[in-house]
């Protein structure tokens, strides 16, 4: 049994061929995709298979969606600590006004925000944008 499987398995998501896949695109490419860039990245992937997965794998704390203006979501993977229960890797994230790639930013966290009495936060998104080292040079 490969990690990915494992690790799919840990979260209680069956590693189907198309799970594996994406998890590995995922992972290898170390960026933010959207569903149209894994389909460029998977080749031939049936639309409607990969929403699940990605649907499925954010439900499972598996990936995270981000939101970085552009008005598509796109998804990275999530810290070992996410869950079904709350995604809890809380980070920057990044995105290059040239490649127009999103990073996540891991090593750096969003600090716990305090909010006013009967105001309960959901979700937290902090978007930085500007040029990567990539095209910087």
Not at 2 to 13: A, G, Y
Not at 56 to 80: M, N, Q, R
């Amino acid at each position: 049994m490969t990690n990915i499987e494992n690790i799919l398995q840990d979260k209680n998501v069956r590693p189907t061929a198309m799970r594996l896949l994406v998890y590995k695109a995922l992972l290898e490419k170390n960026i933010a995709l959207s569903l149209n860039e894994l389909e460029d990245v998977l080749g031939r992937a049936d639309r409607t298979t990969l929403y699940r997965t990605i649907k499925t794998f954010e439900d499972s704390g598996i990936v995270h969606a981000i939101e970085d203006g552009s008005g598509i979501a796109k998804y990275a993977l999530c810290s070992p600590y996410c869950n079904a229960e709350a995604h809890r890797d809380l980070h920057l994230h990044f995105t290059c006004k040239i490649c127009e790639e999103t990073t996540c930013l891991t090593e750096y966290n969003i600090p716990k925000i305090k909010l006013p009495d009967n105001y309960l936060a959901e979700d937290v998104n902090l978007m930085v944008s500007g040029i990567c080292k990539n095209c910087h040079s």
